[in-house]
């Protein structure tokens, strides 16, 4: 009977120390495991989500502005359409460049560029109260990614006449010959400039950011919102974290305390997979948009 009181006694205390082998070491799974995993997916933020779409930038194309000697026509009428079909006969003759479709906020833009130099008597691609290309055809709505001007001054016998001086002029030809333009806006007005009666043409030449699509706003806001999730438990690991190394392994609650802690970072694991998988398809979409901006 003593015998077996003893054996008893050694059995109780072999569970006992057996109970507290294992909750050590289920401690120390905890803190590598679960806290690696919080640590690995810190990392995984600050390269993931750091400059996530580049700046577009955007460029403009003015070659300095052509004045052309010529005798004043009082009867001639030179109409906008007909000046384009030129511009885009010339894009067809040298080398089949697609036409360029009429664009009326390039349009406005170029009837108000001609407007102000015959108001203002300048020739110039900046305005004296400094306004640019890029900014006018912005301020008419045109967002665009690539945007050029030609401007012309003098007095001509026709639309053809017009083009072609634009076209012997390298800078403008270039304009004009653009294979990355889509978009074309004209005005051609009459005027008195410095004292003489003189045709103003403006041709406004745009690729619009439209062209290109942009990355997804919804998906963004999505990835934004659950990185909030996440950063509000990571706080919420933290905390069961500290409530388990201020607590004894003889803690009644100790084993569910670590249970609730290895849920939740296995609920932040499962979340940071997630979004990692939505910014991976949302930097494909900055990349397919950005080759786009440039060309590629």
């Avoid at 997916?41 to 580049?54: R, T, W």
């Avoid at 052309?68 to 067809?92: A, C, H, V, Y």
């Amino acid at each position: 009977m003593y015998l077996k009181r003893i054996i008893f006694l050694i059995l109780i205390f072999a569970v006992v120390m057996i109970g507290f082998y294992f909750k050590d070491d289920l401690l120390k799974q905890y803190q590598y495991l679960g806290w690696k995993s919080v640590d690995d997916f810190y990392e995984f933020k600050e390269m993931g989500l750091n400059n996530l779409i580049s700046q577009v930038k955007k460029e403009v194309f003015a070659p300095s502005p052509l004045k052309i000697d010529g005798q004043s026509q009082p009867k001639i009428i030179f109409l906008q359409s007909k000046i384009i079909e030129e511009t885009n006969f010339q894009r067809m003759q040298n080398g089949n460049l697609p036409a360029l479709k009429e664009n009326e906020k390039l349009n406005q833009a170029a009837m108000a560029k001609a407007t102000d130099m015959f108001q203002n008597q300048y020739f110039d691609h900046i305005s004296p109260s400094g306004v640019g290309p890029g900014d006018l055809v912005q301020s008419y709505g045109y967002q665009y990614i690539i945007t050029g001007e030609n401007l012309i001054l003098g007095n001509f016998f026709s639309e053809k006449e017009i083009v072609q001086h634009w076209m012997n002029s390298p800078g403008h030809r270039e304009n004009i010959l653009n294979n990355r333009y889509t978009e074309i806006g004209v005005a051609i007005i009459k005027g008195n400039y410095k004292g003489e009666t003189v045709w103003i043409g403006v041709q406004e030449f745009g690729y619009p950011l439209s062209a290109c699509p942009e990355p997804s706003p919804v998906l963004k806001d999505q990835i934004n919102y659950d990185q909030t999730r996440l950063d509000e438990m990571v706080m919420q690991i933290e905390q069961r974290k500290n409530q388990i190394e201020n607590s004894s392994p003889s803690d009644a609650a100790y084993g569910q305390m670590i249970k609730d802690y290895n849920q939740m970072v296995k609920e932040y694991n499962n979340l940071a997979e997630t979004v990692k998988n939505l910014i991976l398809q949302y930097n494909e979409q900055v990349n397919t948009f950005n080759s786009c901006v440039s060309g590629k």
